[in-house]
């Protein structure tokens, strides 16, 4: 996986050759996902009638009436704070005329069923949007031509409102759940011809709807992955090598197994895979604390491997090095890059870097298993449970068949649980101890063993023409791993542009980090832009509005090139001039700085004031964010929570977090030394604005965490006139005088 | 091992236990209690914020030999039935996202509100400081306290009417 590029996780069912073969019967072609639409109606005979009591009408894999009046609806993905155990629920309740205050709300097993359960790359609202809708609304026809039937009239005169269809004629009605066995022995309509509610009779979408978790949260219930207990569990902890890709060669095992608690101790071989099941040592004991107490007696000799004396001073060296030799893989070529230098009237060059930063989900890494030599069941609080099978059946080889994964709430997410390794570990060590267990990692697991999102190195320089234009841009990339895309804002946009990207040689285990290579990318662009802009002595506003020019949609560049919709973004960044006041006088101090950036489906433009004291200290006084993502929000809570967390997490990401490598292994060992942001240097006010499109709904997971770290950067400047390019921006001094 | 008899949520619970266990693995693996969160075991995320004769106290550096015959109080028994007015003003403004933090936030909150009802916001960010949210709801948590603080009033109000 490159973790530079958001994860585009498979839409189609992930089947064995069993369901896929029932599946493909009934699908008669391509399993494109119209087809899935389908076969959730002919499947759920054989997986979900199967389960449901009887009577129940279960017109898809979603939906379940019960003759008690009860309507439950499946959160087919994960949950980990983005809000979808909610929001696509409400897609199916919405046109289903199910009052969203009678509904339950049930998460998903992992199951083919429901195609991909991967929450990852914002994909989960532009997946389902429309398909949940139509399974609504085909549920909503069986119930009216239930009640039709049994009045004798025709379906187009009635209607269905609140879980009661109606025939307004002759004044009769009948709840759903007097409807629930009649619609149970109709067919079921084909999904994509049904005809979806128009969205001005919309009663629950765009609404402010609160987590269907939330008073299971504020009370403290059993809820989270950590939270969860099987009878007979032990309790595991399992040490890795502190350098990426060690080995274990001895431990001792004897001595900690004499320890208080202790029920067993042993080396697991693992496999060489940096984000599988790494070798280490586990402890299996009757509690957590005598886990971790043992833990302490543990002594390990590890052969470290041939990364042993990596540091971020030796990457900092070969990237240096890689950008002094000038050469590297052309990612993007377009003009005549040395003829615009030429003729430039201003250049600007810099070099931009960013360190390796970690997820930090604030529970740490766990799962519960129980696994024998060829059945496997996991509980995990997991962003990708088919991941977590996926691996148990090619580390362990167990058939896919024998393997349950039930999905718990995610205490964070942010792309380290799409990842599997905490699934493998609990697997592999319930296994070779034949208990059930549940494996916790420590906070210093967590932070050291992250899949981290990379660090990188930028060699810029650019060049503005006689009339104040940006006409030249030079990018060496060096980072941690290859694959960059040739489309990275301003490519395209940019008359001579040459693209150079190298690797450096590292072992670090890295993965997708909210808004994959966007979320450094977006800084390092949109500072540089900035930096061209008062160069050339114009507004920072006026270039960007410039630079997008009258393109309309740009075509992608290759295969897997994404098109960019340049009247989209100038939409949005028009409007956060205007609703932030761009341009207004401050005094020295204070600033604004403004940004833009699309990823995941999404155009987002950010405006930020800050204020800094003569000695350097930063306040974010205001965000203003404008974002495009379609033609309706789901959620208006959840959706204002993702902006609020994105801005708040891009801040805390940018202003202090940095993780430093010495001897192959992280420095940093827990949030003593890793500073997340806290409540006190949150921005003071966040306004969010979205701008509703006539575009297809998209995910807000991630899209606004980008402008944010180059919005703040560029106001930083505005307000002192030190500009950063380096994060965290806690290592520039921006004290002024 | 030992055996220690703690006062937790109003109920008498023995456990036994080595001395030095700190109260959040207690609560977490031997009372059932899984509200208190485990971060980082060291204080610095105080996701395990509970009462110890009413003040906000980091359970994972509490052992467990300390606690005495101090009343505990955790996020399961902050209210009897979910209706603290800090419990209400949560659902009330969505302010959970992933929601781990949220039971430390809401006992640091009650500690605050219980000492000085009507707070500013620089009354919250210094009481909150110490209280991690990885996923960002600073601003709705400050918004929620206010919005409890409220409630508190409206019901006080109420109640003296009668």
Not at chain 1, 602 to 613: D, L, M, P, R
Not at chain 1, 674 to 698: G, V, W
Not at chain 2, 30 to 59: N, S
């Amino acid at each position: 996986m490159n973790p530079y590029e958001a994860p585009t996780p498979p839409t189609l069912p992930s089947l064995d050759r069993r369901d896929f073969l029932r599946l493909t019967s009934v699908a008669s072609g391509g399993l494109i996902l119209g087809s899935f639409l389908k076969s959730t109606g002919d499947l759920k005979a054989a997986e979900i009638a199967k389960t449901a009591p009887a009577g129940d009408f279960t017109p898809n894999a979603f939906i379940r009436l019960g003759v008690d009046g009860s309507i439950t609806l499946i959160a087919p993905r994960p949950d980990s704070g983005q809000g979808v155990k909610t929001s696509l629920p409400m897609l199916l309740a919405e046109d289903l005329e199910a009052p969203w205050q009678s509904v339950t709300v049930q998460m998903a097993d992992l199951n083919a069923i429901y195609g991909s359960q991967a929450a990852g790359g914002s994909t989960s609202t532009p997946t389902f949007y429309s398909l949940l809708r139509q399974l609504g609304t085909t549920a909503r026809i069986m119930l009216i031509e239930a009640a039709a039937q049994n009045w004798g009239v025709p379906a187009s005169e009635c209607v269905a409102e609140a879980a009661v269809v109606h025939h307004r004629a002759s004044k009769r009605s009948l709840a759903y759940r007097d409807l629930v066995a009649k619609a149970a022995t109709l067919p079921v309509p084909d999904a994509k011809k049904a005809i979806l509610k128009d969205p001005k009779d919309f009663k629950l979408l765009g609404r402010r709807i609160s987590g269907v978790d939330n008073q299971k949260i504020v009370t403290g219930q059993n809820l989270f992955g950590l939270d969860f207990k099987l009878p007979g569990m032990a309790y595991a902890m399992y040490e890795k090598c502190p350098v990426f890709g060690g080995k274990v060669v001895s431990a001792n095992l004897d001595r900690i197994k004499t320890l208080p608690g202790v029920k067993d101790a042993f080396i697991l071989e693992g496999t060489s895979d940096l984000r599988g099941l790494m070798p280490g040592v586990a402890i299996i004991a009757d509690s957590t604390w005598a886990a971790l107490s043992a833990r302490r007696q543990l002594k390990i000799v590890w052969n470290e491997g041939s990364h042993a004396n990596d540091s971020w001073d030796n990457f900092t060296q070969q990237a240096q090095a890689l950008a002094a030799k000038g050469t590297g893989n052309v990612v993007r070529k377009d003009g005549d890059i040395d003829a615009a230098f030429a003729v430039a009237t201003k250049t600007v060059e810099g070099t931009y870097s960013y360190p390796f930063i970690s997820h930090a989900n604030l529970e740490p890494q766990n799962c519960t298993a129980r696994v024998s030599a060829d059945h496997a069941e996991i509980w995990a609080p997991s962003q990708n449970p088919g991941a977590g099978a996926d691996m148990v059946n090619k580390v362990l080889g167990i058939p896919k068949a024998n393997i349950t994964v039930h999905i718990l709430r995610a205490g964070g997410g942010f792309g380290r649980r799409l990842s599997a390794d905490f699934v493998i570990e609990a697997a592999a060590i319930s296994q070779k101890a034949g208990v059930p267990v549940k494996l916790t990692w420590t906070r210093e697991d967590d932070l050291r063993h992250d899949h981290f999102r990379p660090g990188g190195f930028h060699f810029l320089k650019g060049g503005v023409d006689a009339s104040g234009k940006i006409t030249a841009w030079r990018n060496h990339t060096v980072l941690f791993a290859g694959g960059l895309s040739a489309d990275e804002f301003p490519s395209r946009f940019i008359p001579n542009h040459l693209g150079l990207s190298s690797v450096i040689d590292n072992s670090m285990p890295m993965g997708p980090w909210r808004a994959p290579g966007s979320c450094v990318f977006a800084f390092v662009y949109q500072s540089f832009i900035d930096e061209l802009a008062h160069a050339a002595g114009r507004d920072p506003l006026a270039v960007r509005l410039e630079i997008l020019g009258d393109h309309g949609t740009v075509p992608g560049t290759g295969e897997r090139g994404t098109p960019y919709n340049a009247a989209r973004m100038k939409a949005v960044v028009k409007l956060v001039a205007e609703k932030s006041g761009w341009g207004k006088k401050l005094p020295r101090g204070q600033g604004q700085g403004i940004a833009f950036h699309f990823s995941h489906r999404g155009y987002i433009a950010q405006v930020a004031e800050v204020t800094v004291s003569k000695t350097g200290e930063l306040r974010v006084d205001r965000v203003v964010c404008v974002a495009d993502v379609g033609s309706q929000i789901v959620n208006l809570s959840g959706a204002e929570n993702q902006v609020e967390g994105s801005i708040v997490d891009g801040l805390s990401a940018a202003w202090r977090q940095e993780l430093n490598i010495e001897r192959g292994r992280i420095v940093e060992a827990n949030l003593a030394e890793y500073q997340l942001l806290r409540m006190p240097d949150a921005p003071r006010k966040i306004e969010c604005h979205f701008l509703q499109s006539d575009n297809p709904p998209t995910g807000l997971g991630e899209p606004v965490l980008p402008p944010l770290a180059p919005a703040v950067a560029n106001a930083i400047f505005a307000a002192t006139g030190k500009r950063i390019r380096q994060l965290p921006f806690s290592k520039t001094d921006i004290s002024w005088s | 091992m030992a055996k220690f008899t703690l006062q937790v949520n109003g109920q008498s619970r023995t456990v036994d236990v080595a001395p030095e266990t700190p109260l959040l693995w207690v609560l977490r693996d031997h009372l059932e209690l899984v509200g208190t969160k485990f971060g980082c075991g060291i204080g610095q995320c105080r996701a395990c914020t509970v009462h110890i004769g009413g003040q906000p106290v980091q359970a994972c550096m509490t052992p467990v030999s300390g606690v005495g015959r101090k009343p505990v109080v955790t996020i399961e028994g902050l209210s009897s039935d979910g209706t603290h007015p800090l419990q209400k003003a949560w659902c009330e403004l969505d302010v959970a996202q992933c929601g781990y933090c949220q039971a430390g936030q809401l006992m640091t909150a009650s500690a605050l509100l219980a000492d000085n009802p009507k707070p500013t916001d620089e009354d919250i960010d210094n009481a909150m400081a110490g209280n991690l949210c990885r996923c960002g709801t600073y601003l709705r948590i400050r918004a929620g306290i206010h919005r409890a603080a409220e409630l508190a009033t409206a019901s006080n109000s109420k109640e003296a009417s009668k």
